[in-house]
């Protein structure tokens, strides 16, 4: 392999080549639930230095197809779902696109804006902000998570009820092919039938069918005001019927809503003594609504009391807030941000990203919960999440008193299978925004269709005949 | 081939295979540029009855690999691009999804609405409006077409500037795959990450994959009013300010926006004399607005009142008029529609359906009116479309008493040549909204990277090996 190491810092350079020292912000994901071993990091540092990298590991393993030599592609190394880090074989190149963060351009006019996959997606914000515009993607790793790695999970976020996942904000790829080619998809077009649909494919991949180089991808005008309600609901039946109401009253106004059981933002009144929750002690559960106006603020404050005083006359809204302030907006943001930090000081917990339709929600959740406190009495619920894209962050406590490694290494296995399997019942999805990664590809086995995962098999076999591109997650062949 | 025709017999019934009489109805184009001959004209009742049908010819041409046996699916047969009819040869099977017209369920709640392939889109449109609720795909045909002919064709239409292609609406598919097994992807989920996009890969893949049978589609609430404006505009380059100052001022309201040439304008008023053709005799360019409010007519009429007087103070506009009642809407939204009609009464034409960036709509008109000019001095320019999106119907009609079929047999193809170089050079797409089906496959294989073009044909013998399914549209294999 040391004839690969040196063609790889020919292409890239010395410096841009890792294969000692502490590595461990490359070999190890975020949740430290796994900690590999590279072959080496390498960080090319422009899309042709990719494709050489990619076609010198191509043409290494057809030669070498016993040297088990393959490609982890990285962002920023955020993956929930343990997708971007290497194996423990020794064998693996992880692929680092963070030195690749150049804004190409934003071209106003076509409310678009192309960029490299490295670039981190707080940044991107940032960049449409001062041209006055808006690129809605928002998610807790803003601050750290690449473009690169959003679109290669397709991540979801806080505004998905209004501009979609991220595949949704994106109109155009490059994409460095499995055997090195480059595809200059970049098309700042909103309307392009010419044959299948690559691009769409290529996102939510995980890296598995190349390597996602830089995006065109969608801007929205900054809305003059947003403003955010936080409001007490008397059951997840309630908080659907909201969700109905505020889609009518605040048409696409609407771009958050989040609902938050009664035990999660117990938690963070727990731990975080210096955050005023409110309303979460009487009501079963809490919504906060984000309402975003072309108009004005005036406006926006009109359309949320409208929307909540028909909410309270209908009795889907027992009592509710809106915030009269930017600091207010922000504070009720915290506190629902706050919840996966109280959850984790509280101890270790079995997360669930899933989905089911919307309307399936209160009954799923009514359904799973008896079966979890049939199977393991006091088991404790921290339930909350983007009820308005019928997205639950359905994670499981040990009971009070019980320790939390012993739960987690006696009943992860059990209360996953009784998850999953109720997920399914409802029509719903095991992975709603987190993706595959390894953690759920074994799960994907089971619940995914078999003619699905024969399509989707036949798709990586036909695009990376090598299993070059971060094998062994999504699906395995 | 007997033997299969039995077969198909067999599985769909005796009266729902049709061999002889006059098939022009399946066999003949929307605009009668093909005329083929199929082997049967078969209609099955159910997606059971597809996935047998499929699967009895795959068997027959693995067992028969010379007879030259395929599929051809068909929903309306209203493609533009001749996608849906069978070749001359006597060897292709007319796959009709009319038969399967079933709405098989609206989920209020969910703002979903499940539906079989053979459904036609207005009676959709109708089905979701019983239930106060917007299914808003909307275009010319949609009176004959099915959702799965334009889920296949990924079609356009005239709202996509708010809520995007047929694609963006579709949550989930029912698909019998190129082996005759069903992928029962009926999901009404906005968040799923379990895999690759399979959903959007056989989108837009005009019956070459598979075959779609049945979808969720995504609902709206229905708009509290819709108002129509009509603004004269001194330039494309004034037509592009206006349309950021109403993405700005209407929001999420702008759900139209189309723009019209003076001379497509004047065909209109040319042969529809009863028409009234509003402020287009002293303006290059008219643009017809559509503003969908969820509040209140009266709030529609202001917002576009504020933006109207913006535009006409920065002068992008010159002279407006609001609709001020559901007729005038109507008759403006009619003018704008009968210019196809208009443009058929003046003579034949060369169509293009073709999208740039909306930033090079104005250079790329001029620049492309410019090189038409020189190469046939006289001939006219029958340019309208949806600006909103970058896509024009950028026709070509012969000079002033030119005939007009001469002038196709001896100019259509420098005609395409001249308009698809410039639309390259502009970065821009070939085929916008109506799909490649026959016509447009071999200016594919032109305008078309190689690298896509590689991806495109390995994924089509991934998933159909056979090349059973609609061989010869989109990408030959």
Request: proline share 4%.
């Amino acid at each position: 392999m040391q004839t690969l190491l040196d063609e790889l810092r020919h292409i890239v350079g010395n410096a841009h080549v890792f294969t000692d020292g502490d590595l461990t912000a490359w070999e190890q994901d975020w949740r430290k639930r796994s900690h590999g071993k590279a072959l080496a990091v390498v960080r090319p540092a422009c899309t042709e230095e990719v494709a050489r990298v990619v076609k010198a590991c191509a043409d290494y393993v057809s030669a070498n197809p016993a040297s088990g030599v393959s490609i982890v592609p990285q962002g920023g190394n955020t993956s929930l779902a343990v997708g971007s880090t290497p194996d423990d074989s020794g064998r693996q190149i992880v692929l680092s696109l963070q030195r690749m963060n150049t804004v190409r351009g934003v071209d106003a006019d076509n409310l678009t804006m192309t960029v490299e996959a490295g670039c981190i997606l707080q940044n991107l914000q940032e960049r449409a902000e001062e041209a006055n515009l808006l690129f809605p993607l928002s998610l807790a790793a803003e601050g750290t998570c690449t473009i690169g790695g959003n679109l290669g999970t397709n991540a979801g976020g806080t505004q998905v009820v209004r501009y979609g996942n991220t595949r949704d904000l994106c109109l155009g790829l490059e994409v460095v092919t499995a055997q090195g080619e480059v595809w200059h998809g970049l098309s700042g077009l909103r309307k392009d039938n010419t044959g299948y649909d690559l691009r769409d494919l290529f996102i939510g991949s995980e890296g598995t069918l190349g390597i996602i180089t830089a995006a065109t991808l969608k801007l929205y005008p900054l809305p003059a005001a947003r403003l955010t309600a936080w409001a007490a609901v008397p059951s997840l039946e309630a908080a659907v019927t909201l969700l109905g109401l505020a889609h009518r009253h605040l048409g696409a106004g609407l771009t958050g809503f989040e609902a938050m059981g009664q035990f999660a933002l117990s938690l963070v009144a727990k731990h975080f003594a210096q955050l005023r929750v409110p309303l979460h002690l009487d009501a079963p559960f809490c919504v906060l609504l984000e309402n975003s106006d072309h108009e004005s603020e005036l406006h926006a404050h009109t359309q949320f009391e409208r929307l909540l005083e028909i909410a309270l006359d209908q009795g889907c809204v027992t009592d509710a807030v809106v915030s009269e302030t930017l600091a207010q907006a922000k504070q009720l943001w915290h506190v629902r941000e706050s919840i996966p930090l109280a959850q984790a000081l509280e101890g270790l917990n079995i997360k669930h990203d899933i989905s089911v339709p919307v309307s399936n929600i209160p009954d799923f959740v009514r359904a799973t919960d008896a079966l979890l406190q049939q199977a393991l009495p006091g088991v404790r619920l921290v339930n909350f999440g983007h009820l308005g894209d019928g997205n639950l962050h359905y994670n499981v406590q040990a009971p009070e008193g019980v320790d939390a490694a012993d739960f987690l290494r006696d009943h992860e296995a059990r209360v996953n299978t009784l998850v999953f399997d109720s997920v399914q019942a409802f029509g719903g999805s095991i992975s709603a925004e987190h993706g595959v990664g390894s953690l759920k590809v074994d799960h994907l086995a089971h619940y995914k269709s078999p003619v699905a995962l024969g399509l989707m098999r036949a798709i990586k076999q036909a695009l990376d005949p090598r299993n070059l591109m971060n094998p062994g997650r999504v699906v395995r062949v």
